[in-house]
């Protein structure tokens, strides 16, 4: 079974520009995360999706992120226009069931330099 | 406000000799709690968890223990080997909720020859 993949791996942009990382899940599951990690800091949660709807949302630091899961499988997450501070590794992660608790699998992160 | 305190950045055991790392939270709705580990360049991978009915859970080389009165939980590894160097992530979920991690700064374990 593939892991819960993310595109690119890498991205270096500057200030002002607009940056869109993507995520796989792993197939089958509808539970779909974003979390982030500024350096030095703990890994934060930024949003929710059950299949193509967005569950909790809390996490988005402003409206210059817009994350979205058409269709329910795949999620991209955009930074418009992107900021020195939005600098760091963001982690998408999966899990299966949408009732009761299940382990939440990361994929390897896109770390994203704003310069 | 961290919820979950990681309080030693990193930690430094010789191989063969028992890990303990550590993990303090501060709100009691978290009833669900878990250990993640992180090679560098890599996602944080699950290790082991809890549940709040527990004090203990046990898989292989690792265990877990929760304090709930004293809202700590520690994890230990035994015996300690070299492949176990890296990043530690405690983390609790409020899983009457939404589900969302809630993580510590992480702790560096070093395995020392």
């Known amino acids: 079974e593939a892991g819960v993949t993310q595109f690119p791996s890498h991205s270096v942009i500057e200030k002002g520009q607009t940056v869109t990382l993507r995520c796989d899940p792993i197939s089958g599951h509808d539970n779909l995360y974003w979390y982030r990690r500024v350096m030095g800091k703990e890994i934060k949660f930024l949003l929710h999706?059950?299949?193509?709807?967005?569950?909790?949302e809390s996490g988005m630091p402003n409206n210059r992120f817009l994350a979205e899961r058409t269709g329910g499988t795949y999620s991209t997450l955009k930074v418009q226009p992107a900021e020195l501070e939005d600098s760091g590794v963001y982690f998408c992660a999966s899990s299966r069931q949408t009732s009761g608790w299940d382990t939440q699998y990361f994929g390897p992160g896109t770390r994203l330099t704003v310069l | 406000d961290q919820q979950v305190k990681q309080n030693s950045p990193s930690l430094s055991v010789q191989e063969g000799r028992i890990s303990i790392l550590n993990c303090d939270y501060t709100?009691?709705?978290?009833?669900?709690f878990l250990w993640y580990k992180k090679y560098p360049a890599e996602g944080p991978t699950f290790l082991i968890s809890i549940s709040s009915i527990k004090d203990k859970n046990e898989d292989g080389r690792f265990t877990v223990f929760l304090n709930k009165s004293a809202k700590h939980l520690s994890l230990h590894i035994v015996p300690s080997q070299p492949g176990d160097s890296a990043v530690y992530f405690c983390a609790a979920s409020a899983t009457g909720g939404d589900d969302k991690i809630i993580f510590g700064k992480g702790t560096r374990l070093h395995i020392l020859p």
């Open positions: 709100n009691s709705m978290f009833d669900y």
């Open positions: 999706f059950v299949k193509e709807s967005k569950q909790d």
